[in-house]
């Protein structure tokens, strides 16, 4: 069982519907009880950071995160579910991040006019560490952005995936249990699906069972 | 790097995909469920749906079909046609669309382009822009309620806008409404040249140009594709390249389309 955080961003639908197709139950919820039984947390998102991060705190569930992440149970975070997890971000003022990993996310500023903001549309990835299970047996390393603002450095406890756009950026982190992704597996064709499906593989099954 | 995005483009009547010339003498083309995940294994980078339903529970059929859509198809798409309010927009995206696309109603009224975007996020906010080259005999019936001056037709003016699937002279400058709806919080344009549109004699290569040089977001370019030659060219100035014919009359596949760019050393997902 997946268990979807809602706390209001729009499209969620498409999230819902890949972890379907790969055959897994889902909960969709913002009811403390049951996000603090979640086996697997996902925490999908659109929108701007601020606005994210209040109605997170606002129902609790800033905490249940870190908690969760804490007891090192499995997590995915997606777009504005990956950023949250940093310490800060500039969107729209300097606003405070969950702070689970460290780094800043910063906007885009990029020196060739040609490039627009945001970055959107495939872009490859690049794993740090090529044995990282999340990302084998990807068909293609090309996945789906939408976004005008970014990790661009990696701290060393974790690993990931790096993008080129005008210059370098993290695009996931991957630690034990938990994977993160600036990108949309769940509109990444079968490359986001396969990433989705390591992580079950790796998290799903066994952890569903000893609940 | 990004690559450059191939995006097949279906008319939607009814639930049914359509193939027509100008609106008229439609012919039903399939399931467009199933139309979307063959362009989808064929490389398709995204979709869009147009919806030109005539029937009054045209919304209905719609969402219901959105729904349909999503639940099979994992690349983004993108629904348009008739779009002119919030709650519709908001009804798309809940049942799956990743973006919709907004002509007529930008134009009619820009402030839903400032609260859409706010509202859902500039990402899933597509403004088509349907352009044509000043005509001297072009008489725009438009009454505006907001000043539309900034964004006027003036001398130097060389593309005009037009609603209405093409039928409604605004007197906007296509460039101009193109920077103003970016301004407006649009997360891309969809352009379309209807001077090229049909023609398949190639895409308008100076108004897209000129277009995607004036905003800061993606542009992709719509009409007149005729050979694999005509995509590569636009994609040198432009971010995506939308296909409606060549596709849907099988006189090519989105694979054959990305192979060719990859020879002219166009970035595509391959």
Redesign the interface.
């Known amino acids: 069982m997946v268990t979807i955080i809602d706390y209001g961003a729009?499209?969620i639908?498409?999230v819902i519907?890949?972890f379907e197709?790969l055959g897994v139950d889902v909960l969709v919820t913002n009811e403390l009880d049951l996000l603090k039984k979640a086996e697997i947390l996902v925490c999908p998102g659109?929108?701007?950071f601020n606005q994210a991060i209040v109605a997170l705190k606002e129902k609790g569930i800033d905490g249940l995160i870190k908690n969760h992440i804490k007891e090192g149970r499995p997590f995915i975070g997606i777009c504005l579910g990956f950023q949250i997890l940093f310490e800060s971000s500039d969107e729209n003022g300097h606003h405070e991040g969950l702070g689970v990993f460290p780094g800043h996310i910063r906007r885009f500023k990029l020196d060739d006019p040609k490039?627009?903001?945001?970055?959107?549309?495939?872009?490859?990835i690049e794993p740090t560490n090529a044995d990282d299970c999340y990302f084998k047996n990807l068909p293609?390393n090309?996945v789906?952005?939408?976004?005008s603002y970014a990790l661009f450095d990696l701290d060393k406890s974790l690993n990931g995936t790096k993008t080129?756009?005008g210059r370098e950026f993290i695009s996931s982190i991957s630690r034990d249990n938990v994977l993160a992704t600036q990108f949309?597996p769940?509109?990444?064709?079968?490359s986001?699906?396969m990433i989705l499906k390591n992580f079950l593989d790796k998290n799903g099954e066994s952890y569903a069972n000893t609940y | 790097m990004l690559t450059k995005r191939i995006i097949p483009c279906l008319d939607v009547a009814d639930g049914r995909v359509v193939k027509g010339t100008n609106f008229v003498n439609l012919v039903d083309a399939g399931d467009p469920v199933e139309l979307a995940l063959r362009y989808d294994k064929e490389g398709a980078d995204e979709l869009v749906f147009l919806d030109i339903t005539a029937s009054s529970d045209k919304r209905a059929i719609l969402i219901e079909f959105v729904k349909k859509t999503a639940e099979v198809l994992f690349i983004p798409f993108t629904v348009g046609g008739g779009i002119n309010d919030s709650e519709t927009i908001r009804d798309l995206l809940l049942a799956g669309a990743d973006k919709v696309s907004i002509n007529t109603a930008a134009v009619r009224n820009p402030a839903l382009i400032r609260e859409a975007s706010v509202q859902f996020g500039s990402q899933c906010i597509v403004v088509a822009v349907d352009a044509r080259r000043i005509r001297e005999n072009s008489v725009s019936e438009y009454s505006f309620d907001y000043d539309v001056s900034p964004v006027s037709i003036d001398n130097e003016s060389v593309w005009e806008v037009y609603t209405h699937g093409g039928r409604k002279p605004t007197g906007i400058d296509a460039v101009k409404w193109a920077k103003f709806m970016n301004e407006c919080g649009a997360g891309e344009i969809l352009l379309t040249s209807m001077d090229c549109d049909g023609t398949k004699d190639g895409y308008d290569i100076s108004l897209t140009k000129k277009v995607s040089d004036s905003v800061t977001i993606p542009v992709i370019a719509s009409g007149g594709a005729g050979t694999l030659e005509h995509i590569s060219d636009v994609l040198d100035c432009c971010d995506a390249a939308l296909l409606a014919s060549l596709l849907h009359y099988r006189l090519t596949t989105v694979g054959d389309i990305k192979n060719h760019c990859q020879s002219k050393s166009v970035r595509v997902r391959l």
């Open positions: 729009s499209n639908k498409s519907k890949a197709h659109q929108g701007a490039l627009k903001v945001p970055h959107m549309g495939w872009n490859l293609n090309y789906y952005f939408v976004h080129m756009y949309h769940e509109k990444s064709g079968e986001g699906l």
